[in-house]
């Protein structure tokens, strides 16, 4: 079975300052990891995704993601906030195995400040 | 023009009415699925079908029912509304392989009085 915990259902931070939203996952499998954003009023969009090739995975808009098997983890990072990454963030899991079903953690609230 | 793409956008009805949500995409995948957004939930699986012939229930089909009518349709029924189906509405497609994302239409927010 798979799951997803994103820590924190809502993050605040400043313009300007780091942006780290936590996802920890578990998986009988290895795993393919993605992180979705949702902006108002609209569908989930692809941020970036960890296939089994580099650990380290750039996706759009300046973020980024490290898959650190150790500690579960695939963290999401961008270096400098701006207003426009206001959003709601999902981090997701699908196995090699089976069914390419997604399992979603719960979305975390990002609001940047002024 | 969207890729995937949902109707109705809204739809406010009553409990006991049976009501549709209809998926349309153009991306020519195979696999299609539906899901549902609560807030704090996450985004759960309700159905999917991995071709016209192929459905599978999800984590949460109960109350609801699905019809692959061609590879680019897929649609959701409620056959029964009831209040705690008020929620948003996903559909989704994607390729065959596992490492491909999945493609979201831009959702229906479905309220049930």
């Known amino acids: 079975a798979q799951s997803v915990t994103q820590l924190g259902s809502h993050v605040s931070v400043s313009e300007g300052a780091l942006v780290l939203l936590r996802c920890n996952y578990s998986?009988?499998?290895?795993?393919?990891l993605f992180w979705y954003v949702q902006y108002p009023n609209q569908g989930l969009q692809l941020l970036l995704k960890?296939?089994?090739?580099?650990?380290l995975v750039k996706g759009i808009n300046g973020f980024e993601a490290e898959f650190k098997k150790s500690e579960t983890s695939f963290h999401l990072t961008k270096p400098s906030a701006h207003m426009s990454d206001a959003a709601e963030y999902f981090c997701?899991?699908?196995?090699?195995?089976?069914?390419?079903?997604?399992?979603f953690g719960q979305g975390t609230r990002l609001t940047i400040n002024p | 023009d969207a890729d995937v793409t949902q109707t109705p956008r809204n739809r406010i009805t009553k409990t006991g009415k049976r009501i549709m949500l209809e998926c349309s995409q153009t991306?020519?995948?195979?696999?299609m699925y539906w899901y549902r957004q609560d807030p704090g939930l996450g985004l759960r699986l309700i159905y999917y079908?991995?071709?016209?012939?192929?459905?599978n229930k999800g984590e949460i089909s109960d109350g609801y029912s699905v019809s692959r009518q061609a590879q680019a349709k897929f649609s959701l029924s409620l056959e029964s509304a009831i209040p705690n189906q008020t929620a948003l509405y996903f559909c989704?497609?994607?390729?065959?392989?596992?490492?491909?994302?999945?493609?979201f239409g831009p959702g229906t927010r479905l309220t049930v009085l």
């Open positions: 079908s991995f071709d016209v012939k192929d459905i």
């Open positions: 998986s009988s499998v290895p795993p393919y």
């Open positions: 991306k020519g995948h195979d696999r």
């Open positions: 989704a497609t994607s390729e065959q392989n596992p490492y491909n994302e999945q493609f």
């Open positions: 960890y296939t089994s090739a580099a650990t």
């Open positions: 997701a899991v699908s196995g090699i195995q089976g069914a390419q079903k997604l399992v």
